[in-house]
């Protein structure tokens, strides 16, 4: 699958490009040992790190990263990235705005203190024909002191506009620097069709299968990552 990226040429040689998913892991994965000590009990056990669907979903897609160090403290947020003027016409040129709080008004999201800011992107992306972009928060990474919103983008029918994405900053002790390349969103294609729902009984050639596949992933450690993972 080929998706295209596109930002405005006077900003080629400034913004960091969208990176795939498994090329930016956190450095905690990396550093986390496969197995940990069980106090309850009593041996060792395999960690997140050994569970293929936790990985896999952390590297699907792609992230979009922060396009400047953003600096935090006392509730402001402050950069120093000046722009040259684009041929694109006028957009926003902050790496990021403070969207209004109102606006999650009814939701479990609101909270009269917190603050829901936008992360602004300069890249325009375009999938295949029939693909749309779920654009959520990186996958597994609740150490980031906000929380990207979910949404679902018809990108192929808005593939000539930035896709921007809201955040809840739910920390608001966080005071330091958000480098440049920060993930502040993850995006990953998804078909547009919809959808047929069967419901049915697990007897006959569907009770011998699953049988056969319980079997097949309890008689050694590892048989869903080495015999039932498709690999991309």
């Known amino acids: 699958m080929r998706v295209t990226f596109r930002c405005p040429p006077e900003l080629r040689d400034i913004l960091p490009r969208p990176v795939p998913a498994n090329t930016a892991l956190p450095d905690w994965l990396k550093a986390m040992p496969m ?43 402050d950069w120093d990235w000046d722009l040259p003027p684009t041929l694109t016409g006028r957009h926003s040129r902050a790496p990021m705005t403070l969207h209004q709080n109102s606006q999650a008004t009814g939701t479990p999201l609101f ?16 999938p295949p024909p029939g693909w749309s972009l779920l654009c959520t928060h990186p996958v597994n990474r609740p150490e980031l002191p906000f ?13 000539d506009n930035f896709v921007n994405f809201v955040a809840r900053w739910h920390d ?60 991309t």
């Open 147 to 159: 929380t990207t919103l979910t949404g679902l983008v018809d990108a192929e029918v808005y593939a």
């Open 111 to 126: 909270d009269a203190d917190a603050v829901l800011v936008k992360f602004n992107s300069f890249w325009t992306m375009a």
């Open 35 to 77: 197995h940990a000590f069980d106090a309850d009990l009593g041996f060792d056990v395999m960690t997140v790190k050994k569970c293929p669907p936790f990985v896999d979903a952390m590297t699907h897609g792609w992230l979009m990263p922060l396009p400047c160090d953003v600096g935090v403290a006392d509730g402001r947020f």
């Open 172 to 231: 608001p002790d966080f005071t330091g620097v958000l480098a440049k390349g920060t993930p502040i969103a993850q995006c990953i294609p998804v078909r547009r069709e919809g959808l047929d729902y069967a419901f049915d009984t697990l007897d006959g050639d569907a009770a011998d299968r699953f049988r056969a596949l319980r079997a097949d992933v309890d008689s050694a450690p590892g048989r869903y990552r080495k015999a039932r993972r498709v690999k």
